[in-house]
């Protein structure tokens, strides 16, 4: 069936090339069925073109990719209202797409932690992505809200929530987590059902669906995706350019 459709898309394209649009549209069809033919015994012949043609392919789709997930980068860089800490003019960038009750992301948290004590040069970008429970969609929410209110406040609500070793179960732990923070329950509560945090939310998913990022954690680590999530800092500096 591919062979096929690459026979088709070949035969139109040298027929044109040949002979132009007009002359092209006038072949009978048992002349097409010719011109099919030799392109088709051709190709068995000469495999190895198609390869070349899979490689191409595969390189200019790679190229597309690229240059889509820079332009989501530089989206993110200039979005105030992504959550984000650190340096304001930095050397390096982080970003983090991450669900709240994602086991690996836990696991990389005091990686990425230790990474933003040691490098005052780091500027830290949260991309909230809950794609795991309801919960971890209402934390989100209420992440966003908070980074609205307090951006240090909500460095905090992040690590706290990303170092607990139990998952989320209800909205009650989220409360609970606001309250130490000394915020109003009410008040960030409100907010966070608010359009302006579907809003963002809306953005960051964009972003993701973007960068093809289906999973969590994903990182972008000076523009470049890690594959996995850091299991050290080394790791994490090794993407330092």
Known sequence: MKLRSLVLTLTAAMTMAGFGAAAAAEFSAAQKAEIESIVHDYLLNNPDIMLEVGDKL???????????????????????????????????????FFDYNCGYCKQ???????VLEKHKDVRYYYLEFPILTEVSYHAARVGVAIYAMNPELYVKYNNDLMTRKARLQNEAEIQAEVEALGLKWAEVAALSKSAAVSDVLS???????????????????????????PRSVETVESYFK
């Not at 990389?108 to 230790?114: G, I, L, Q, S, W």
């Not at 953005?203 to 999530?229: E, K, N, Y």
């Open 58 to 96: 595969k390189a200019r789709q790679e190229k597309l990719q690229e240059a889509q997930r820079e332009k989501a980068v530089k989206e993110i860089l200039a979005n105030p209202n992504i959550p984000q800490s650190g340096a304001e003019k930095p050397k390096h960038t982080i970003i983090e």
């Open 203 to 229: 953005q960051i998913r964009t972003l993701a669906d973007q960068m093809q990022v289906t999973g969590t954690p994903s990182f972008i680590i000076d523009g470049v995706p890690m594959h996995g999530a």
């Open 108 to 114: 990389a948290k005091p990686h990425t932690m230790k």
